[in-house]
Protein backbone atom coordinates (compact mmCIF):
# COMPACT_ATOMS: atom_id res chain seq x y z
CA UNK A 1 0.00 0.00 0.00
CA UNK A 2 1.20 3.61 -1.01
CA UNK A 3 1.27 5.24 2.45
CA UNK A 4 1.88 9.07 1.41
CA UNK A 5 3.23 10.60 -1.77
CA UNK A 6 5.09 13.75 -1.67
CA UNK A 7 5.56 15.67 -4.97
CA UNK A 8 7.83 19.08 -5.45
CA UNK A 9 8.19 21.37 -8.85
CA UNK A 10 6.10 19.00 -11.10
CA UNK A 11 3.83 20.90 -13.46
CA UNK A 12 1.68 23.44 -11.91
CA UNK A 13 2.45 21.90 -8.14
CA UNK A 14 5.43 23.11 -6.53
CA UNK A 15 5.04 21.26 -3.33
CA UNK A 16 2.87 18.90 -2.02
CA UNK A 17 1.88 15.89 0.20
CA UNK A 18 -0.74 13.26 -0.72
CA UNK A 19 -1.87 11.67 2.00
CA UNK A 20 -3.55 7.73 1.26
CA UNK A 21 -4.32 4.54 3.04
CA UNK A 22 -6.09 2.13 2.48
CA UNK A 23 -9.42 1.79 1.07
CA UNK A 24 -10.55 4.72 -2.05
CA UNK A 25 -8.72 7.56 -2.31
CA UNK A 26 -10.29 9.95 -5.02
CA UNK A 27 -8.44 13.29 -6.43
CA UNK A 28 -10.57 16.26 -7.24
CA UNK A 29 -10.29 20.01 -8.65
CA UNK A 30 -10.89 22.23 -10.97
CA UNK A 31 -9.70 21.89 -14.89
CA UNK A 32 -6.00 22.82 -15.49
CA UNK A 33 -5.79 22.45 -11.51
CA UNK A 34 -2.78 19.79 -12.38
CA UNK A 35 -5.19 16.97 -10.76
CA UNK A 36 -3.07 14.44 -13.55
CA UNK A 37 0.02 15.63 -12.12
CA UNK A 38 -0.83 12.90 -9.51
CA UNK A 39 -0.76 9.81 -11.96
CA UNK A 40 1.98 11.33 -13.85
CA UNK A 41 4.03 11.36 -10.14
CA UNK A 42 2.84 8.06 -9.73
CA UNK A 43 4.26 7.12 -13.40
CA UNK A 44 7.43 9.05 -12.76
CA UNK A 45 8.00 6.26 -9.72
CA UNK A 46 6.84 3.34 -11.68
CA UNK A 47 10.06 4.12 -13.88
CA UNK A 48 7.43 5.10 -17.15
CA UNK A 49 9.65 7.66 -19.30
CA UNK A 50 8.86 11.31 -18.51
CA UNK A 51 9.29 14.61 -20.80
CA UNK A 52 11.58 17.06 -19.60
CA UNK A 53 8.70 19.60 -19.67
CA UNK A 54 6.82 18.19 -16.56
CA UNK A 55 9.15 19.86 -14.56
CA UNK A 56 7.97 23.08 -13.13
CA UNK A 57 8.75 26.36 -15.26
CA UNK A 58 12.02 27.65 -13.37
CA UNK A 59 12.62 24.75 -11.50
CA UNK A 60 15.39 23.10 -11.86
CA UNK A 61 14.30 19.52 -11.31
CA UNK A 62 10.88 17.48 -10.57
CA UNK A 63 11.13 15.28 -7.42
CA UNK A 64 8.29 12.04 -6.52
CA UNK A 65 8.90 10.33 -4.04
CA UNK A 66 6.73 7.67 -1.94
CA UNK A 67 6.32 5.42 1.23
CA UNK A 68 5.47 2.50 1.00
CA UNK A 69 3.98 -0.49 3.30
CA UNK A 70 5.04 -3.98 2.22
CA UNK A 71 4.60 -7.45 4.04
CA UNK A 72 7.75 -8.78 5.02
CA UNK A 73 7.49 -11.84 2.71
CA UNK A 74 6.44 -9.52 -0.71
CA UNK A 75 8.48 -10.53 -3.59
CA UNK A 76 8.41 -6.35 -4.87
CA UNK A 77 10.69 -5.93 -1.08
CA UNK A 78 12.49 -9.12 -2.11
CA UNK A 79 13.72 -7.50 -4.87
CA UNK A 80 14.24 -3.72 -3.55
CA UNK A 81 16.49 -5.44 -0.73
CA UNK A 82 18.76 -7.43 -3.85
CA UNK A 83 18.83 -3.78 -5.69
CA UNK A 84 20.31 -2.65 -2.09
CA UNK A 85 17.70 -0.75 -0.49
CA UNK A 86 17.69 -0.35 3.05
CA UNK A 87 13.99 -1.21 4.29
CA UNK A 88 12.70 -0.12 8.34
CA UNK A 89 10.85 -3.30 9.73
CA UNK A 90 7.82 -3.24 11.70
CA UNK A 91 6.79 -6.45 12.48
CA UNK A 92 5.53 -8.12 9.73
CA UNK A 93 5.47 -4.95 7.63
CA UNK A 94 8.24 -2.86 6.10
CA UNK A 95 8.35 0.61 5.31
CA UNK A 96 9.97 1.19 1.50
CA UNK A 97 10.91 4.69 0.20
CA UNK A 98 11.00 4.70 -3.33
CA UNK A 99 12.19 8.33 -5.51
CA UNK A 100 12.65 9.75 -8.68
CA UNK A 101 14.12 12.77 -9.61
CA UNK A 102 13.72 14.48 -13.19
CA UNK A 103 16.16 17.74 -14.09
CA UNK A 104 15.09 20.61 -16.17
CA UNK A 105 17.30 19.15 -19.05
CA UNK A 106 15.93 15.80 -19.42
CA UNK A 107 17.99 13.78 -16.80
CA UNK A 108 16.86 11.23 -14.65
CA UNK A 109 17.40 9.84 -11.26
CA UNK A 110 15.74 7.27 -9.14
CA UNK A 111 16.56 5.85 -5.39
CA UNK A 112 14.75 2.87 -3.48
CA UNK A 113 15.06 2.60 0.41
CA UNK A 114 18.06 5.72 -0.08
CA UNK A 115 19.84 3.99 -2.62
CA UNK A 116 20.77 5.01 -5.85
CA UNK A 117 19.13 2.35 -7.92
CA UNK A 118 18.72 2.03 -12.18
CA UNK A 119 15.26 3.75 -13.32
CA UNK A 120 14.82 0.10 -14.65
CA UNK A 121 14.14 -1.24 -11.20
CA UNK A 122 11.83 1.27 -10.54
CA UNK A 123 9.83 -0.26 -13.26
CA UNK A 124 10.32 -3.74 -11.76
CA UNK A 125 8.99 -2.98 -8.48
CA UNK A 126 6.39 -1.11 -10.31
CA UNK A 127 4.83 -4.54 -11.87
CA UNK A 128 3.73 -5.86 -8.50
CA UNK A 129 3.41 -2.72 -6.98
CA UNK A 130 0.85 -0.42 -8.94
CA UNK A 131 -1.99 -1.01 -11.83
CA UNK A 132 -2.58 2.45 -13.72
CA UNK A 133 -5.54 2.20 -15.96
CA UNK A 134 -5.76 5.41 -17.99
CA UNK A 135 -6.12 6.86 -21.44
CA UNK A 136 -2.53 6.69 -22.67
CA UNK A 137 -1.42 3.65 -19.77
CA UNK A 138 -0.83 0.25 -21.49
CA UNK A 139 -3.38 -2.16 -20.08
CA UNK A 140 -2.51 -4.68 -17.55
CA UNK A 141 -3.73 -7.66 -18.71
CA UNK A 142 -2.80 -7.05 -22.53
CA UNK A 143 -0.19 -9.79 -22.47
CA UNK A 144 -1.63 -13.37 -23.20
CA UNK A 145 0.87 -14.60 -20.44
CA UNK A 146 -0.94 -12.30 -17.96
CA UNK A 147 -4.09 -13.02 -19.53
CA UNK A 148 -3.61 -16.82 -19.16
CA UNK A 149 -2.40 -15.93 -15.15
CA UNK A 150 -5.41 -14.00 -14.77
CA UNK A 151 -7.77 -16.58 -15.37
CA UNK A 152 -5.70 -19.57 -13.59
CA UNK A 153 -5.90 -17.29 -10.57
CA UNK A 154 -9.37 -16.78 -10.86
CA UNK A 155 -10.38 -20.51 -11.70
CA UNK A 156 -8.33 -21.08 -8.38
CA UNK A 157 -8.25 -24.25 -6.14
CA UNK A 158 -9.84 -26.53 -8.54
CA UNK A 159 -7.27 -25.76 -11.19
CA UNK A 160 -3.95 -26.01 -8.85
CA UNK A 161 -3.79 -29.58 -8.30
CA UNK A 162 -3.66 -30.60 -12.02
CA UNK A 163 -1.83 -28.23 -13.73
CA UNK A 164 0.93 -28.63 -10.78
CA UNK A 165 0.88 -32.49 -11.77
CA UNK A 166 0.75 -31.01 -15.50
CA UNK A 167 3.97 -29.49 -15.14
CA UNK A 168 5.83 -31.95 -13.17
CA UNK A 169 5.03 -34.58 -16.53
CA UNK A 170 5.54 -32.01 -19.01
CA UNK A 171 9.04 -31.39 -17.50
CA UNK A 172 9.79 -35.30 -17.30
CA UNK A 173 8.42 -35.50 -20.78
CA UNK A 174 10.48 -33.33 -22.01
CA UNK A 175 13.34 -34.40 -20.76
CA UNK A 176 12.58 -38.00 -21.60
CA UNK A 177 12.12 -37.08 -25.04
CA UNK A 178 15.55 -34.57 -25.16
CA UNK A 179 17.58 -37.94 -24.07
CA UNK A 180 15.73 -40.25 -26.34
CA UNK A 181 16.30 -38.60 -29.79
CA UNK A 182 19.69 -37.95 -28.79
CA UNK A 183 19.83 -41.27 -28.52
CA UNK A 184 18.66 -42.12 -31.69
CA UNK A 185 20.07 -39.22 -33.54
CA UNK A 186 23.93 -39.98 -32.41
CA UNK A 187 23.07 -43.82 -32.66
CA UNK A 188 26.31 -44.22 -35.09
CA UNK A 189 28.44 -41.71 -33.32
CA UNK A 190 27.53 -43.46 -30.02
CA UNK A 191 28.80 -47.05 -31.79
CA UNK A 192 31.90 -46.11 -32.95
CA UNK A 193 32.47 -44.55 -29.86
CA UNK A 194 31.77 -48.21 -28.18
CA UNK A 195 34.41 -50.09 -30.52
CA UNK A 196 36.87 -47.73 -29.92
CA UNK A 197 36.34 -47.46 -26.21
CA UNK A 198 36.22 -51.93 -26.23
CA UNK A 199 40.17 -52.15 -28.26
CA UNK A 200 41.42 -49.65 -25.77
CA UNK A 201 40.42 -51.87 -22.80
CA UNK A 202 41.31 -54.62 -24.76
CA UNK A 203 44.84 -53.13 -25.27
CA UNK A 204 45.23 -52.20 -21.35
CA UNK A 205 43.83 -55.29 -19.82
CA UNK A 206 46.50 -57.15 -21.96
CA UNK A 207 49.25 -55.58 -20.37
CA UNK A 208 47.44 -55.06 -17.23
CA UNK A 209 49.30 -52.30 -15.88
CA UNK A 210 50.37 -52.36 -11.93
CA UNK A 211 49.56 -48.59 -9.79
CA UNK A 212 52.75 -46.69 -9.94
CA UNK A 213 54.20 -49.51 -12.02
CA UNK A 214 56.14 -47.17 -14.40
CA UNK A 215 58.53 -45.29 -11.65
CA UNK A 216 59.06 -48.99 -9.75
CA UNK A 217 60.89 -50.34 -13.34
CA UNK A 218 62.90 -47.05 -14.50
CA UNK A 219 64.32 -47.29 -10.81
CA UNK A 220 64.99 -50.83 -11.42
CA UNK A 221 66.17 -50.67 -15.34
CA UNK A 222 68.62 -47.81 -14.33
CA UNK A 223 70.28 -50.00 -11.44
CA UNK A 224 70.95 -53.15 -13.79
CA UNK A 225 72.20 -50.92 -16.63
CA UNK A 226 74.84 -49.80 -14.45
CA UNK A 227 75.55 -53.20 -12.86
CA UNK A 228 79.23 -53.33 -12.66
CA UNK A 229 79.56 -49.92 -11.65
CA UNK A 230 77.58 -50.44 -9.01
CA UNK A 231 79.08 -53.95 -7.95
CA UNK A 232 82.88 -52.33 -8.17
CA UNK A 233 81.47 -49.60 -5.49
CA UNK A 234 79.84 -52.02 -3.07
CA UNK A 235 82.65 -54.37 -3.06
CA UNK A 236 85.52 -51.20 -2.42
CA UNK A 237 83.58 -49.83 0.32
CA UNK A 238 82.74 -53.12 2.01
CA UNK A 239 86.33 -54.27 1.48
CA UNK A 240 87.59 -50.67 3.30
CA UNK A 241 85.03 -51.44 6.21
CA UNK A 242 85.95 -55.52 7.10
CA UNK A 243 89.37 -56.60 4.65
CA UNK A 244 88.65 -60.39 3.48
CA UNK A 245 90.24 -63.08 6.01
CA UNK A 246 93.11 -63.45 4.43
CA UNK A 247 94.09 -59.77 3.82
CA UNK A 248 97.37 -57.93 4.99
CA UNK A 249 95.23 -54.78 4.46
CA UNK A 250 93.80 -52.63 7.73
CA UNK A 251 90.17 -52.45 7.62
CA UNK A 252 87.77 -50.04 9.64
CA UNK A 253 86.69 -52.26 11.53
CA UNK A 254 89.91 -53.57 13.03
CA UNK A 255 91.07 -50.37 13.39
CA UNK A 256 88.06 -49.25 15.62
CA UNK A 257 88.17 -52.19 17.39
CA UNK A 258 91.85 -51.64 18.11
CA UNK A 259 91.26 -48.19 19.08
CA UNK A 260 88.21 -49.84 21.50
CA UNK A 261 90.09 -51.71 23.35
CA UNK A 262 93.14 -48.83 24.11
CA UNK A 263 90.30 -47.14 26.01
CA UNK A 264 88.92 -50.09 27.65
CA UNK A 265 92.14 -50.57 29.42
CA UNK A 266 92.40 -47.32 31.04
CA UNK A 267 88.94 -46.45 31.51
CA UNK A 268 88.52 -47.30 35.33
CA UNK A 269 90.83 -44.09 35.92
CA UNK A 270 88.78 -41.82 34.12
CA UNK A 271 84.80 -42.35 33.42
CA UNK A 272 84.98 -39.89 30.18
CA UNK A 273 87.33 -42.69 28.20
CA UNK A 274 84.70 -45.26 29.27
CA UNK A 275 81.81 -43.65 27.77
CA UNK A 276 84.01 -42.69 24.68
CA UNK A 277 84.28 -46.28 24.82
CA UNK A 278 81.20 -47.34 24.63
CA UNK A 279 80.20 -45.35 21.31
CA UNK A 280 83.24 -46.69 19.68
CA UNK A 281 81.99 -50.21 20.79
CA UNK A 282 78.34 -49.04 18.77
CA UNK A 283 80.63 -47.58 15.89
CA UNK A 284 81.81 -50.92 15.32
CA UNK A 285 78.51 -52.82 15.49
CA UNK A 286 77.29 -50.49 12.75
CA UNK A 287 79.89 -50.66 10.60
CA UNK A 288 79.66 -54.55 10.90
CA UNK A 289 76.20 -54.00 9.76
CA UNK A 290 77.08 -52.15 7.24
CA UNK A 291 79.47 -54.40 5.93
CA UNK A 292 77.17 -57.28 5.94
CA UNK A 293 74.62 -55.77 3.87
CA UNK A 294 77.10 -54.34 1.24
CA UNK A 295 78.36 -58.09 0.77
CA UNK A 296 74.59 -58.76 0.55
CA UNK A 297 73.86 -55.96 -2.19
CA UNK A 298 77.10 -57.02 -4.13
CA UNK A 299 75.71 -60.70 -4.18
CA UNK A 300 72.31 -59.24 -5.33
CA UNK A 301 73.63 -57.75 -8.38
CA UNK A 302 74.76 -61.17 -9.68
CA UNK A 303 71.48 -62.90 -9.68
CA UNK A 304 70.20 -60.22 -12.40
CA UNK A 305 71.95 -60.55 -15.43
CA UNK A 306 71.09 -59.01 -18.72
CA UNK A 307 67.99 -61.12 -19.65
CA UNK A 308 65.90 -59.17 -16.53
CA UNK A 309 67.54 -55.73 -18.09
CA UNK A 310 65.89 -56.92 -21.14
CA UNK A 311 62.65 -58.13 -19.67
CA UNK A 312 62.45 -54.99 -18.02
CA UNK A 313 62.65 -52.48 -21.31
CA UNK A 314 60.35 -54.54 -22.72
CA UNK A 315 57.95 -53.98 -20.06
CA UNK A 316 58.48 -50.60 -20.19
CA UNK A 317 57.79 -50.43 -23.63
CA UNK A 318 54.60 -51.54 -23.68
CA UNK A 319 53.53 -49.43 -20.40
CA UNK A 320 55.19 -46.35 -22.70
CA UNK A 321 52.70 -47.35 -25.44
CA UNK A 322 49.73 -47.30 -23.16
CA UNK A 323 50.61 -44.07 -21.92
CA UNK A 324 51.42 -41.78 -25.54
CA UNK A 325 48.03 -43.10 -26.07
CA UNK A 326 45.93 -42.36 -23.33
CA UNK A 327 47.20 -40.72 -20.11
CA UNK A 328 50.21 -39.10 -18.97
CA UNK A 329 51.32 -41.88 -16.52
CA UNK A 330 50.22 -45.31 -15.53
CA UNK A 331 48.06 -44.27 -12.75
CA UNK A 332 46.13 -41.96 -15.19
CA UNK A 333 45.66 -44.61 -17.38
CA UNK A 334 44.80 -47.12 -14.90
CA UNK A 335 41.69 -44.21 -14.06
CA UNK A 336 41.27 -43.60 -17.80
CA UNK A 337 40.35 -47.36 -17.96
CA UNK A 338 37.51 -47.44 -14.92
CA UNK A 339 36.13 -44.64 -16.65
CA UNK A 340 35.75 -45.80 -20.07
CA UNK A 341 34.13 -49.10 -18.63
CA UNK A 342 31.30 -47.38 -16.92
CA UNK A 343 30.77 -45.27 -20.57
CA UNK A 344 30.91 -48.60 -22.59
CA UNK A 345 28.49 -50.19 -20.37
CA UNK A 346 26.38 -46.86 -21.12
CA UNK A 347 27.18 -47.24 -24.61
CA UNK A 348 25.88 -50.97 -24.73
CA UNK A 349 22.96 -50.42 -23.22
CA UNK A 350 21.75 -47.82 -25.78
CA UNK A 351 18.66 -50.28 -27.31
CA UNK A 352 17.47 -50.92 -23.82
CA UNK A 353 17.36 -47.34 -23.07
CA UNK A 354 15.80 -46.44 -25.81
CA UNK A 355 13.20 -48.95 -25.24
CA UNK A 356 12.30 -47.81 -22.25
CA UNK A 357 12.46 -44.20 -23.06
CA UNK A 358 9.99 -44.60 -25.57
CA UNK A 359 7.61 -46.46 -23.40
CA UNK A 360 8.02 -43.52 -20.62
CA UNK A 361 7.64 -40.91 -23.71
CA UNK A 362 4.37 -42.45 -24.62
CA UNK A 363 3.16 -42.82 -20.63
CA UNK A 364 3.98 -39.70 -20.00
CA UNK A 365 2.42 -38.29 -23.19
CA UNK A 366 -0.80 -39.86 -22.38
CA UNK A 367 -1.17 -38.01 -19.27
CA UNK A 368 -0.24 -34.94 -20.57
CA UNK A 369 -3.41 -35.41 -22.57
CA UNK A 370 -5.28 -36.18 -20.18
CA UNK A 371 -4.14 -33.54 -17.69
CA UNK A 372 -4.59 -31.32 -20.25
CA UNK A 373 -8.17 -31.81 -21.20
CA UNK A 374 -8.95 -31.84 -17.63
CA UNK A 375 -7.18 -28.16 -16.84
CA UNK A 376 -8.68 -27.22 -20.20
CA UNK A 377 -12.37 -27.98 -19.12
CA UNK A 378 -11.63 -26.16 -15.64
CA UNK A 379 -10.28 -23.38 -17.86
CA UNK A 380 -13.56 -22.79 -19.95
CA UNK A 381 -15.65 -23.28 -17.19
CA UNK A 382 -13.78 -20.23 -15.58
CA UNK A 383 -13.47 -18.48 -18.67
CA UNK A 384 -17.41 -18.48 -18.96
CA UNK A 385 -17.93 -17.28 -15.31
CA UNK A 386 -15.49 -14.52 -15.70
CA UNK A 387 -17.29 -13.05 -19.18
CA UNK A 388 -20.19 -13.32 -17.22
CA UNK A 389 -19.91 -11.54 -14.33
CA UNK A 390 -17.60 -8.81 -16.18
CA UNK A 391 -19.88 -8.60 -18.88
CA UNK A 392 -22.43 -7.84 -15.84
CA UNK A 393 -20.41 -5.43 -14.65
CA UNK A 394 -20.02 -3.71 -17.92
CA UNK A 395 -23.64 -3.22 -18.12
CA UNK A 396 -23.78 -1.34 -14.64
CA UNK A 397 -21.05 0.88 -16.11
CA UNK A 398 -23.05 2.66 -18.77
CA UNK A 399 -21.98 -0.33 -21.44
CA UNK A 400 -25.00 -2.15 -21.67
CA UNK A 401 -24.42 -3.67 -24.82
CA UNK A 402 -20.35 -4.37 -24.51
CA UNK A 403 -19.80 -8.39 -24.20
CA UNK A 404 -16.59 -9.57 -22.65
CA UNK A 405 -15.21 -12.58 -23.92
CA UNK A 406 -12.39 -14.83 -22.85
CA UNK A 407 -11.68 -17.63 -25.48
CA UNK A 408 -9.92 -20.75 -24.30
CA UNK A 409 -8.93 -22.83 -27.40
CA UNK A 410 -7.49 -25.91 -27.58
CA UNK A 411 -3.48 -25.96 -29.62
CA UNK A 412 -1.83 -29.03 -30.71
CA UNK A 413 1.10 -28.96 -28.92
CA UNK A 414 1.52 -28.87 -25.45
CA UNK A 415 3.35 -26.55 -23.21
CA UNK A 416 4.63 -25.76 -19.26
CA UNK A 417 1.12 -24.16 -18.95
CA UNK A 418 -1.51 -26.44 -20.45
CA UNK A 419 -2.04 -26.93 -24.05
CA UNK A 420 -4.33 -23.78 -24.38
CA UNK A 421 -4.28 -20.74 -26.27
CA UNK A 422 -6.28 -18.00 -23.95
CA UNK A 423 -7.29 -14.78 -25.34
CA UNK A 424 -9.04 -11.79 -23.39
CA UNK A 425 -11.62 -10.39 -26.08
CA UNK A 426 -14.24 -7.10 -26.01
CA UNK A 427 -17.23 -6.40 -27.69
CA UNK A 428 -17.86 -3.15 -27.15
CA UNK A 429 -20.76 -2.54 -29.17
CA UNK A 430 -23.55 -4.58 -30.45
CA UNK A 431 -23.51 -6.02 -34.02
CA UNK A 432 -19.43 -5.37 -33.58
CA UNK A 433 -16.96 -8.77 -33.42
CA UNK A 434 -14.81 -9.47 -30.42
CA UNK A 435 -11.66 -7.65 -30.62
CA UNK A 436 -8.42 -8.11 -28.27
CA UNK A 437 -8.15 -5.98 -25.18
CA UNK A 438 -6.68 -2.28 -26.30
CA UNK A 439 -8.10 -2.27 -29.72
CA UNK A 440 -11.84 -0.92 -30.68
CA UNK A 441 -12.74 0.66 -27.64
CA UNK A 442 -12.23 4.36 -26.32
CA UNK A 443 -9.75 5.52 -23.45
CA UNK A 444 -12.43 6.04 -21.09
CA UNK A 445 -14.31 2.60 -22.34
CA UNK A 446 -11.13 1.01 -21.33
CA UNK A 447 -11.17 2.29 -17.93
CA UNK A 448 -14.05 1.05 -17.33
CA UNK A 449 -13.77 -2.22 -18.78
CA UNK A 450 -10.53 -2.45 -16.36
CA UNK A 451 -12.35 -1.67 -13.86
CA UNK A 452 -15.24 -4.19 -14.81
CA UNK A 453 -12.40 -6.66 -14.93
CA UNK A 454 -10.32 -5.72 -11.41
CA UNK A 455 -13.67 -5.63 -9.82
CA UNK A 456 -13.74 -9.45 -11.12
CA UNK A 457 -10.78 -10.64 -10.42
CA UNK A 458 -9.65 -8.40 -7.22
CA UNK A 459 -10.17 -11.31 -4.77
CA UNK A 460 -8.39 -13.77 -6.85
CA UNK A 461 -5.62 -11.83 -8.24
CA UNK A 462 -4.78 -8.65 -6.32
CA UNK A 463 -2.15 -6.23 -6.65
CA UNK A 464 -2.05 -4.01 -4.14
CA UNK A 465 -2.76 -0.44 -5.32
CA UNK A 466 -4.56 0.64 -8.49
CA UNK A 467 -4.93 4.15 -10.19
CA UNK A 468 -7.73 4.89 -12.86
CA UNK A 469 -7.70 7.97 -14.39
CA UNK A 470 -10.53 9.22 -16.69
CA UNK A 471 -12.43 5.74 -15.92
CA UNK A 472 -15.36 8.20 -15.96
CA UNK A 473 -15.39 10.35 -19.05
CA UNK A 474 -18.52 10.01 -20.68
CA UNK A 475 -20.80 9.17 -18.24
CA UNK A 476 -22.80 10.47 -15.55
CA UNK A 477 -26.20 9.97 -13.82
CA UNK A 478 -26.76 6.34 -12.27
CA UNK A 479 -23.90 5.17 -14.84
CA UNK A 480 -21.59 7.78 -12.46
CA UNK A 481 -22.83 6.42 -9.27
CA UNK A 482 -22.49 2.73 -10.33
CA UNK A 483 -18.83 3.23 -11.23
CA UNK A 484 -18.49 5.23 -7.62
CA UNK A 485 -20.48 2.14 -6.12
CA UNK A 486 -17.81 -0.52 -8.02
CA UNK A 487 -14.30 1.46 -7.28
CA UNK A 488 -15.90 1.19 -3.60
CA UNK A 489 -16.36 -2.95 -4.34
CA UNK A 490 -12.33 -2.98 -5.37
CA UNK A 491 -11.14 -1.01 -3.19
CA UNK A 492 -12.04 -3.28 0.02
CA UNK A 493 -9.59 -5.94 -1.42
CA UNK A 494 -6.76 -3.28 -2.58
CA UNK A 495 -5.76 0.44 -2.40
CA UNK A 496 -7.58 2.23 -4.99
CA UNK A 497 -6.67 5.41 -6.29
CA UNK A 498 -8.77 7.77 -8.88
CA UNK A 499 -8.56 11.00 -10.55
CA UNK A 500 -12.50 12.10 -11.19
CA UNK A 501 -14.78 14.89 -12.35
CA UNK A 502 -17.81 13.36 -11.23
CA UNK A 503 -19.17 13.79 -7.73
CA UNK A 504 -21.45 10.33 -8.01
CA UNK A 505 -17.66 8.73 -7.78
CA UNK A 506 -15.93 11.01 -4.87
CA UNK A 507 -19.19 10.55 -2.68
CA UNK A 508 -17.50 7.06 -2.41
CA UNK A 509 -14.31 8.03 -1.23
CA UNK A 510 -12.60 7.03 2.23
CA UNK A 511 -10.19 9.89 1.42
CA UNK A 512 -11.04 13.00 -0.47
CA UNK A 513 -8.20 14.99 -1.93
CA UNK A 514 -8.64 18.56 -3.59
CA UNK A 515 -5.98 19.91 -5.79
CA UNK A 516 -6.33 23.61 -5.90
CA UNK A 517 -5.15 26.29 -8.39
CA UNK A 518 -4.00 29.57 -7.40
CA UNK A 519 -3.27 32.48 -9.75
CA UNK A 520 -1.10 35.47 -9.53
CA UNK A 521 -1.28 37.69 -12.59
CA UNK A 522 1.62 40.53 -12.57
CA UNK A 523 0.60 43.71 -12.02
CA UNK A 524 1.79 45.25 -15.82
CA UNK A 525 -0.61 42.58 -16.88
CA UNK A 526 2.25 40.33 -18.46
CA UNK A 527 4.07 37.48 -16.56
CA UNK A 528 2.92 35.62 -13.54
CA UNK A 529 2.52 32.40 -12.14
CA UNK A 530 0.47 29.04 -11.40
CA UNK A 531 0.48 26.73 -8.51
CA UNK A 532 -1.70 24.17 -6.83
CA UNK A 533 -2.09 22.89 -3.55
CA UNK A 534 -3.28 19.74 -2.12
CA UNK A 535 -5.53 19.51 0.31
CA UNK A 536 -6.90 16.60 2.00
CA UNK A 537 -10.79 17.75 2.81
CA UNK A 538 -12.91 17.33 6.06
CA UNK A 539 -16.28 16.38 6.19
CA UNK A 540 -17.48 20.11 6.27
CA UNK A 541 -14.86 20.79 3.09
CA UNK A 542 -15.48 17.59 1.27
CA UNK A 543 -19.42 18.86 1.40
CA UNK A 544 -18.44 21.52 -0.38
CA UNK A 545 -16.16 20.00 -2.86
CA UNK A 546 -18.98 17.94 -3.92
CA UNK A 547 -21.55 21.30 -4.21
CA UNK A 548 -18.88 22.52 -6.61
CA UNK A 549 -18.72 19.32 -8.69
CA UNK A 550 -22.31 18.93 -8.71
CA UNK A 551 -23.23 22.64 -9.86
CA UNK A 552 -20.43 25.02 -9.65
CA UNK A 553 -21.54 26.54 -6.19
CA UNK A 554 -19.92 25.01 -3.38
CA UNK A 555 -21.79 27.87 -1.06
CA UNK A 556 -25.05 26.81 -2.27
CA UNK A 557 -27.14 25.56 0.32
CA UNK A 558 -29.19 23.65 -2.36
CA UNK A 559 -26.28 22.24 -3.79
CA UNK A 560 -24.69 21.57 -0.69
CA UNK A 561 -27.46 19.73 0.19
CA UNK A 562 -27.35 17.76 -2.77
CA UNK A 563 -23.84 17.03 -2.03
CA UNK A 564 -25.27 16.15 1.58
CA UNK A 565 -27.44 13.46 0.02
CA UNK A 566 -24.85 11.65 -2.37
CA UNK A 567 -22.24 10.96 0.87
CA UNK A 568 -25.34 9.29 3.06
CA UNK A 569 -26.64 7.39 -0.01
CA UNK A 570 -22.97 6.22 -0.85
CA UNK A 571 -22.22 5.43 2.69
CA UNK A 572 -25.68 3.56 2.96
CA UNK A 573 -24.21 1.16 -0.40
CA UNK A 574 -20.68 0.97 1.31
CA UNK A 575 -22.43 -0.52 4.59
CA UNK A 576 -24.02 -2.98 2.19
CA UNK A 577 -21.35 -4.42 0.73
Do not use: C
Not at 121 to 130: N, P, S
Not at 508 to 520: F, G, L, Q, T
Amino acid sequence: MIEEIRITDLGVIDGATLPLGPGLSVVTGETGAGKTMVVTALGMLLGNRTDSGAVRHGAKQAVAEATVRLPRDSAVLARAEEAGALVDPDGDVAELIIARVLSAEGRSRAAVGGRATPVGVLAELGEGLVAVHGQTDQLRLKGAVAQRDSLDRFAGAPLVGPLAEYRRAFDRWKEVRATREELVSQSRERLREAEALQLALEEIDAVDPEPGEDDTLKSHAQRLANVEGLRTAATVAKGALAADEFSDEPDAVVLIDAAKRALEQVEEDDPALKDLAGRLAEIGYLMADVSAELASYASSLDSEGPERLGEIESRRADLNRLIRKYAPSVDEVIAWAQRARVRLDELQDDSGRIDALTAEEAELSAALDALGEMISTVRGDAAALLSERVSAELAALAMPDARFVVEVQPTLEHSRNGRDDIRMLLRPHAGSAPRPLGKGASGGELSRVMLAIEVVLAEADPVPTFVFDEVDAGVGGKAAVEIGRRLAMLARHVQVIVVTHLPQVAAYADRHIRVIKNSDAAADGGAGFTASDVVLLDGAQRVRELARMLAGQEHSDTAQAHAEELLAEAQRAVAAF
